[in-house]
């Protein structure tokens, strides 16, 4: 299998009014995935954002409102397993907008079953390493609001990032740790409960369950902890 090679990349890019997106495309995607993701561009019309990098979210989608298209956004700065991987979540919540509008759940039986049927044609494409498209498969299974939501599925792509993030994760630092998230609240590791880890906020003092993959900056100057 070819090493996929991640080039510099521009923070916001829109994609419309061209016949084929596949060489932008797959600057941000295995190459082979390109033209079946350019074909669904412009059979939708949708408008696809190459956009900056989002803490809340890897990507999104907007149903047309007013005569405006489609809207994607995937960010720019994930690798290409996981930009693709989420290309097609958003694409599943289009096709279900197209076939049910508002009348069912974002995540639900229908967007999965969508889901699942739009990512049919890369499982067949090679374009995949065994360990991801082993987790993909199990993902399959129940695919949820968010690829990082399954444990298993995002610490597997976490794998082919292409420059660590230097940041730790709530469940692979030492209990009672000292920590901040990215928006810069700060607080202290506590038990593990049946998924969540419980954390308590130093300014507030109030406790917040908080997910095992959440990413973190371990504070070890104790300067920098509030009294």
């Not at 890019?13 to 190459?31: G, N, R, V």
């Not at 350019?38 to 408008?47: E, F, K, L, P, V």
């Amino acid at each position: 299998m070819k090493k996929i090679k991640q080039p510099s990349r521009k923070k916001s890019i829109c994609l419309s009014h061209m016949p084929d997106f596949s060489k932008q495309l797959s600057q941000y995607m295995p190459e082979a995935a390109a033209p079946i993701i350019s074909a669904w561009i412009n059979d939708t019309g949708c408008r696809f954002r190459i956009s900056r990098s989002r803490t809340t979210k890897l990507g999104d989608y907007m149903a047309p409102f007013r005569g405006a298209p489609h809207k994607i956004s995937v960010n720019h700065d994930l690798n290409p397993y996981a930009f693709l991987i989420t290309t097609i979540h958003e694409f599943a919540h289009l096709q279900t907008w197209q076939q049910y509008k508002q009348r069912v759940k974002p995540h639900g039986p229908e967007w999965k079953q969508h889901y699942k049927e739009l990512m049919q044609p890369f499982l067949h494409l090679d374009i995949f390493p065994s360990d991801i498209l082993e987790a993909i498969i199990r993902y399959m299974e129940n695919p949820a609001a968010s690829s990082c939501t399954d444990i298993n599925l995002y610490r597997i792509l976490k794998k082919y990032d292409k420059e660590p993030t230097g940041q730790h994760t709530i469940e692979s630092i030492p209990d009672e740790s000292i920590f901040a998230l990215q928006n810069g609240r700060i607080f202290q590791k506590g038990e593990k409960l049946r998924k969540r880890y419980k954390c308590r906020e130093l300014s507030t003092d109030r406790i917040y369950l908080i997910h095992p993959i959440a990413e973190v900056v371990l504070l070890t100057d104790t300067e920098s902890i509030p009294k």
